[in-house]
């Protein structure tokens, strides 16, 4: 038995089947294909009416797009879009007319917003600003710039636009107006300007005039000081306000420029150094008193270079009448006797003081014959015609001005005095001089000295007697002057010795013999 599987053959079929013979007509053909034309003619309708209502809803989506679109971009369709700024202004909402205006007027107020006076003293030289300064702005170029900025979502499809205005929300645009740096070319004109205000040259103080008959007998023009302006600190500190936008007011300061010779240098130049005083007694006569004030007119005013020799003889002139002096009594060799001119040898005593006192270098002096009643042993000088003379060298380093005035003694209006004044080069820091005079030895009177009276004018017979002279001491002085400085004795020097001799009582005698004898 052939137990193997046999396939079954193609065109075999199973019992009891209808074999399909292509070609052949099969019974039921007709219904089944009518069947099948029936379903897609519904479908085909079905899919007609779809795409028909399909495209009718997409043109409605479409059109509902377009709306939103156009309503979205509605709003800006004549003002800037969101989030565009010019120089920080939002632009906004803004026409392009309203956004220059607004741009300019800031611009406007920036050029004017920053200002810096200078001033010196409550006076404004002027008033800086940007304008002044050389920072502008191209308003050409803000008006270029505004116009970009406007066409930005104003032009292309509406897509574009769109697209515009959501990079707007992602990247904002911030404009900028340029300006043009700070210059310093006008600033430098003002400030070379304003330096020709302040470049002053000081001007020295100086000695005007010498009125020996004033208080103070100088008039001194007080110094000027001269000024600079530092043009360069100035240029410097401007800049840097206008570059931080600093403003307000800038005062200048000029650099003082001091005067070479001062109120006070000319003061230590004419200071009082020294003054010399002798009292007029009050039994002083009428002729003596006025040539003492002669004396003193001649003197007073009197100035002396350095180095210059001050002469009483040469400055007062010989004592006649033709020169203004008048006859006064006169010690001539220790005798009182009238002369012309009496009474001068007391302002050259008062001279003597004062260029002592003043430290000048003694040339001439000579002591009287005996002590005089207006100052002291050693201190006095006595003057002669063409004789004897006081003069003394100005060794002060500068010049040296003499006043000289018989005035009221201090205290008191009924006796007068003669005063010396030296001004001159100040003679130190607290230092001063002083004479002192010291005795070495006393000379006795002699015998009386007896005068026959030949001629009868005081007596006229032997036993008659009258005195024409009082004995008196005589004296040998040493005279010092010492320096103290602080109202310490710091030196001594010797001026000199004098002898003053002792005289005698002297005595007129008569010459006649009585010839009777009364009882």
């Given at each position: 038995?052939n137990?193997?599987?046999?396939?079954?053959?193609?065109?075999?079929?199973?019992t009891?089947?209808?074999?399909?013979?292509?070609?052949?007509?099969?019974?039921d053909k007709?219904?089944?294909?009518?069947?099948r034309?029936?379903?897609?003619?519904v479908?085909?309708?079905?899919?007609?009416?779809?795409a028909?209502?399909?495209?009718?809803?997409?043109?409605?989506l479409?059109?509902?797009?377009?709306?939103?679109q156009n309503?979205?971009?509605?709003?800006?369709?004549?003002?800037?879009?969101?989030?565009?700024?010019?120089?920080?202004?939002?632009?906004s909402?803004m026409?392009?007319?309203?956004?220059?205006q607004?741009?300019?007027?800031?611009?406007s107020?920036?050029?004017?917003?920053?200002?810096?006076?200078?001033t010196?003293?409550g006076?404004?030289?002027?008033?800086?600003?940007y304008?002044?300064?050389?920072?502008t702005?191209?308003?050409?170029?803000v008006?270029?710039?505004?116009?970009q900025a406007?066409s930005?979502?104003?032009?292309?499809?509406?897509?574009?636009?769109?697209a515009?205005l959501?990079s707007l929300?992602?990247?904002?645009?911030?404009l900028?107006?340029?300006?043009s740096?700070?210059?310093?070319?006008?600033l430098n004109?003002?400030?070379?300007q304003?330096?020709?205000?302040f470049n002053q040259?000081?001007?020295?103080a100086?000695?005007?005039?010498?009125?020996?008959?004033?208080?103070?007998?100088?008039t001194?023009?007080?110094?000027?000081?001269?000024s600079?302006?530092?043009?360069v600190?100035?240029h410097?500190?401007?800049?840097?306000?206008?570059s931080?936008?600093?403003?307000?007011t800038y005062?200048l300061?000029p650099t003082?420029?001091?005067?070479?010779?001062?109120?006070a240098?000319?003061?230590?130049?004419v200071?009082?150094?020294?003054t010399?005083?002798?009292?007029?007694?009050?039994t002083?006569p009428?002729?003596?008193?006025?040539?003492?004030?002669?004396a003193?007119?001649?003197?007073?005013?009197?100035?002396?270079?350095?180095?210059?020799?001050?002469?009483?003889?040469?400055v007062?002139g010989?004592?006649?009448?033709?020169?203004?002096?008048v006859?006064?009594?006169e010690?001539?060799?220790?005798?009182e006797?009238?002369g012309?001119?009496?009474?001068?040898c007391?302002?050259?005593t008062?001279?003597?003081?004062?260029?002592?006192?003043?430290n000048?270098?003694?040339?001439?002096r000579?002591p009287?014959?005996?002590?005089?009643?207006?100052?002291?042993?050693?201190?006095?000088?006595?003057?002669?015609?063409n004789?004897?003379?006081?003069?003394?060298?100005?060794t002060?380093?500068?010049?040296?001005?003499?006043?000289a005035?018989?005035e009221?003694?201090?205290?008191?209006?009924?006796?007068?005095?003669?005063?010396v004044n030296?001004?001159?080069?100040?003679?130190?820091?607290?230092?001063?001089?002083q004479?002192?005079?010291?005795?070495?030895?006393?000379?006795?009177?002699?015998?009386?000295?007896?005068?026959?009276?030949?001629?009868?004018?005081?007596v006229?017979?032997?036993d008659?007697?009258?005195?024409?002279?009082?004995?008196r001491?005589?004296?040998?002085?040493?005279?010092?002057l010492?320096?103290?400085?602080?109202?310490?004795?710091?030196?001594?020097?010797?001026?000199?010795?004098?002898?003053?001799?002792?005289a005698s009582?002297?005595?007129?005698?008569?010459?006649?013999k009585?010839?009777?004898?009364y009882?």
């Amino acid at each position: 038995m052939n137990n193997q599987f046999t396939p079954t053959q193609k065109n075999s079929a199973p019992t009891g089947a209808q074999t399909f013979i292509p070609g052949a007509r099969r019974p039921d053909k007709r219904v089944r294909l009518r069947r099948r034309r029936k379903w897609p003619a519904v479908v085909a309708l079905v899919c007609v009416l779809a795409a028909a209502g399909g495209f009718g809803i997409n043109s409605l989506l479409q059109q509902k797009q377009i709306n939103l679109q156009n309503e979205t971009l509605a709003p800006y369709a004549e003002v800037y879009l969101p989030n565009i700024t010019m120089d920080g202004i939002p632009l906004s909402g803004m026409t392009r007319s309203e956004a220059e205006q607004a741009v300019m007027q800031q611009i406007s107020a920036r050029q004017g917003g920053w200002s810096l006076a200078l001033t010196y003293n409550g006076h404004t030289f002027t008033t800086l600003d940007y304008a002044l300064m050389g920072m502008t702005t191209d308003t050409s170029q803000v008006r270029q710039m505004l116009d970009q900025a406007y066409s930005y979502g104003h032009s292309g499809t509406v897509e574009e636009r769109l697209a515009a205005l959501s990079s707007l929300q992602e990247t904002p645009m911030h404009l900028f107006s340029t300006q043009s740096d700070l210059s310093d070319a006008t600033l430098n004109g003002i400030l070379a300007q304003i330096a020709a205000y302040f470049n002053q040259a000081p001007k020295n103080a100086y000695l005007a005039s010498f009125d020996p008959d004033q208080k103070d007998p100088f008039t001194i023009v007080s110094e000027v000081p001269g000024s600079t302006l530092d043009v360069v600190a100035a240029h410097d500190e401007i800049m840097r306000r206008a570059s931080a936008g600093e403003g307000g007011t800038y005062e200048l300061t000029p650099t003082p420029i001091p005067a070479g010779i001062t109120t006070a240098d000319i003061r230590s130049q004419v200071q009082l150094i020294s003054t010399g005083t002798t009292l007029i007694a009050t039994t002083s006569p009428e002729g003596r008193n006025a040539n003492i004030g002669i004396a003193m007119q001649k003197i007073n005013g009197k100035v002396l270079n350095p180095g210059e020799t001050f002469s009483f003889n040469s400055v007062v002139g010989n004592r006649t009448r033709d020169n203004g002096f008048v006859e006064a009594i006169e010690y001539v060799y220790g005798v009182e006797q009238p002369g012309i001119g009496g009474g001068v040898c007391q302002v050259s005593t008062t001279v003597y003081l004062a260029a002592v006192t003043a430290n000048m270098d003694i040339l001439q002096r000579s002591p009287h014959s005996m002590k005089v009643s207006y100052t002291e042993l050693g201190q006095d000088a006595t003057v002669s015609n063409n004789r004897l003379d006081l003069s003394f060298r100005n060794t002060s380093g500068g010049r040296i001005y003499i006043t000289a005035h018989v005035e009221n003694q201090p205290k008191t209006t009924k006796r007068w005095q003669c005063t010396v004044n030296i001004y001159g080069p100040s003679l130190g820091e607290n230092v001063k001089y002083q004479m002192r005079s010291e005795v070495d030895d006393v000379l006795l009177p002699g015998d009386p000295i007896l005068r026959k009276d030949t001629e009868g004018t005081y007596v006229e017979y032997e036993d008659e007697m009258y005195q024409f002279q009082t004995g008196r001491e005589g004296y040998v002085i040493t005279t010092y002057l010492d320096q103290y400085v602080n109202g310490q004795l710091y030196s001594s020097k010797k001026l000199s010795t004098d002898t003053y001799k002792a005289a005698s009582d002297g005595y007129y005698v008569g010459v006649k013999k009585r010839d009777e004898f009364y009882y």
